[in-house]
């Protein structure tokens, strides 16, 4: 997927702008939006659309009134994401590493010689998945690992 990056800026060279095909002279304001390509799929390439400033905002609305505002629907997980607090992320964070060398390490035991061991690991996993919990829900995969 391409990322575009909008900026706004002194026009170099004369330019049309892409919403109402009029020129753009060199020294006015304008709206250059840059779509670039990382070149992952082996393919490098770049593009560049002009816009005076108030063209850009005009191309916004008319985009906006073709797909009307609806409201988000908060049972959603996107929804649930977005309104975590950065010390919820940074929490979620720190536990899914601990969880994760636990995973580990218990990956490591050699087959069924250290039930024990293992079974201090899975309680271990069980804490972090109870502490996960009240930080706003559990990875389904965390689950599958027990
Ligand atoms: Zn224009």
């Not at 330019?15 to 992952?40: D, H, S, Y």
């Not at 069924?112 to 271990?124: D, F, H």
């Amino acid at each position: 997927m391409p990322i575009p990056n909008v900026t706004m800026r002194w026009a170099q060279n004369q330019a049309t702008c892409k919403w109402c095909k009029a020129l753009i002279e060199p020294g006015q304001a304008m709206v250059a939006v840059f779509f670039w390509n990382r070149g992952n799929d082996g393919k490098r390439w770049n593009y560049q659309y002009c816009f005076h400033p108030e063209c850009w905002l005009k191309q916004g609305y008319d985009y906006l009134e073709r797909n009307p505002y609806t409201p988000y629907i908060h049972s959603g997980r996107q929804v649930v994401k977005a309104r975590r607090t950065e010390e919820e992320r940074r929490q979620r964070y720190l536990i899914t590493r601990r969880f994760h060398s636990l995973v580990q390490r218990r990956s490591n035991l050699s087959n069924g010689s250290k039930p024990l061991i293992s079974l201090r690991l899975e309680c271990q996993m069980a804490d972090l998945i109870l502490e996960m919990q009240k930080l706003g829900g559990v990875p389904k995969k965390w689950v599958e690992k027990l």
